[in-house]
């Protein structure tokens, strides 16, 4: 398997321009989570999905931020407008939620620039 | 809620020495999973070790060791060994395992491991 794959591995956008973000999670996985790390307040999860519904997306920041996830295979997270402040590196994250969970597997994530 | 404290913001070692980093997290649940991760410059987030919370015995990965004290609340991971490799950001996590919880990871905050010659 291709493990978890994000793309673009990087972007670099104008203040007030729509981003979007994409992640393809493990094949087989049910669970779905998008991070942000930032040097001021570490990882948080911003949104998951279980069984590609949105089940937890208390960590949005603002109306600014959404996440949708139309099928098992694809997931984006989209930012409009962008602003300075959101330059961070967003992770993309899967595993399995069952009767065994499995551990979760990141993508190697977006570093997002807004300037 | 569920946190997490790492308290060693870095930590250095000699190159084939043995280091310690500490974890100490905070939950009233008894079912849960302990994870530690490794961030290297790449800013891959590759899974170290994990110890299911109902297992008494210390997780081991070659090089890599837990000490869970579960009363406590304490799960720190000890690096034998040292290799230049190993120097990276270090994150504790905690994972719910409850029927009906939310499987997401809640992240310390880290400890870089510098790893010298």
């Known amino acids: 398997d291709a493990g978890v794959i994000q793309s673009p591995r990087h972007e670099v956008t104008e203040m007030g321009q729509e981003v979007t973000l994409r992640c393809k999670p493990i094949?087989?996985?049910?669970?779905l989570f998008w991070y942000r790390q930032t040097m001021m307040r570490g990882l948080e999860l911003l949104i998951y999905?279980?069984?590609?519904?949105?089940?937890?997306d208390s960590g949005m920041p603002e109306d600014r931020f959404s996440a949708k996830m139309p099928n098992a295979s694809f997931s984006t997270l989209k930012i409009q407008p962008s602003e300075p402040r959101d330059s961070a590196v967003y992770f993309c994250a899967s595993s399995f939620k069952g009767g065994k969970n499995t551990e979760a597997f990141f993508g190697q994530g977006t570093r997002l620039t807004v300037v | 809620a569920q946190t997490v404290t790492q308290s060693q913001p870095e930590m250095s070692v000699q190159e084939a020495e043995t280091v310690t980093l500490s974890c100490t997290y905070d939950t009233s649940e008894s079912d849960y999973y302990l994870f530690w991760y490794k961030q290297p410059p790449s800013r891959q987030m590759i899974l170290v070790i994990r110890q299911e919370a109902y297992k008494q015995q210390n997780a081991t990965e070659n090089r890599f060791s837990v000490n869970f004290q579960k009363a406590a609340k304490s799960f720190s991971l000890k690096i034998s060994d040292s290799q230049l490799g190993d120097a990276a950001m270090y994150f504790c996590?905690?994972?719910?395992?409850?029927?009906?919880?939310?499987?997401?990871?809640?992240f310390g905050t880290g400890t870089r491991l510098q790893v010298t010659l």
């Open positions: 094949s087989g996985h049910n669970s």
């Open positions: 996590a905690y994972r719910s395992e409850g029927t009906g919880t939310a499987s997401k990871l809640t």
């Open positions: 999905f279980n069984n590609n519904v949105p089940i937890d």
